[in-house]
């Protein structure tokens, strides 16, 4: 039996690549978040019915059957001693996301998910569910067919089959704004712009393109926050809609991004390597194994045994030369200089994080 083992990193390089310096200009509100204009969370509690004996199990799920009793004791039917056994009914969490300015009667999507051990939700009704905020007031309302997306069959002999996850759905437009968010834009002062990606040079390029256009409205006050406010005679509806249509050029730290579930990596243009040697080589150690029958003499009432033999050898591979960046290499200068050693891809993560223990990568590494 031959067992070949390699010695080299096991994670998939994928680098983006840029020759020159970035030009690309982005719109502000492509690269900033708005202060209030946001979503808001929402989360109920309810259950499914006219399930095809899919449910949840009345004794495995006490919950489902205390939500049952409860809700048919509202409609004026007791069934508090009653032995309730469906199989056709389901407790279930429902979540959506209200929209900022969202309107009292507008529509919103809602999502289902089983709480019990329902195998399938497929077909049924959610009944009137209340979705809550974090402040515990209800803003929606949902209620509709339950679509799953998927596909499941048991056979008799206990067999089945699914495709996807039946145990959650969703609703399209199956929930009701019933009360509005209380965000006031038109009475507001001053606006402040938060960065998706926090930086100094990005936040003082979009107060200069915003005082540009307009002078003396926007300030800078940290990496993250940029605030502006409207000129006078300006409501701060129209202010908002001509500054995010600005254009401005985002900056960034150098920075190599490293997804090792996933085996990929992420360079950015603005990588730096300070002046290196790099060599690299793979080992390959192969053992076999050659057992060998050990058979006894004639007549001498000995047993056939078996005796295991091993023979390792080990193979280096040689010929290589030292590769030296110099000092402010750029990304393409070490990708190209890896490659002229004939690293495969799969090299690439080890003497990237080789080089930064060297001190020779000027860039931070951050591991996912």
Known sequence: MRR???????????????GGPALAKSRIKD????????????????????????GDSLRN?????????????????????????????AAVMVTSRLPAFAATGSQIDASVSAMGDAKSLLGGTLLVTPLLGADGQAYAVAQGTVQTGAVSATGASGSSVSKGVPTAGR??????????????????????????????TTAQRIAAAVNARFPGMAQAENPTIVAIRPPNGRDM???????????????????????????????GENVRISTVAIQQGNLTITVNESPQVSQPAPFSQGQTTVTPKS???VDEETGRQFVTLGNGASLSSLVSGLNALGVTPRDMISILQTIK??????ADIEVM
Do not use: C, H, W
């Open 4 to 18: 070949p083992f390699r010695l080299f990193s096991a994670v998939l390089l994928a680098a983006i690549l840029a």
């Open 357 to 362: 223990a060297a001190g020779a990568l000027q």
């Open 31 to 54: 690269i900033v978040e708005f202060e209030g204009v946001r979503e808001n969370m929402l989360v109920g509690y309810g259950i499914v019915v006219g399930l095809n004996g899919t």
């Open 237 to 267: 509806a129209s202010f908002v809609s001509d500054v995010e249509s600005l254009y401005v050029e985002p900056d960034d730290s150098a920075r190599v991004v490293i997804d090792e579930v996933a085996g990929v990596i992420v360079m």
């Open 171 to 200: 609703i399209a437009s199956g929930a009701i704004v019933e009360r509005e968010i209380g965000f006031q834009l038109a009475k507001m002062n001053t606006m402040r712009m938060t960065l998706r990606n926090p930086d100094f």
């Open 61 to 89: 799920a006490p919950f489902t059957k205390q939500s049952l009793e409860a809700m048919l004791e509202r409609l004026g039917v007791n069934t508090r001693d009653a032995n309730l056994n469906t199989k056709n009914v």
């Open 311 to 313: 023979g390792v050898s």
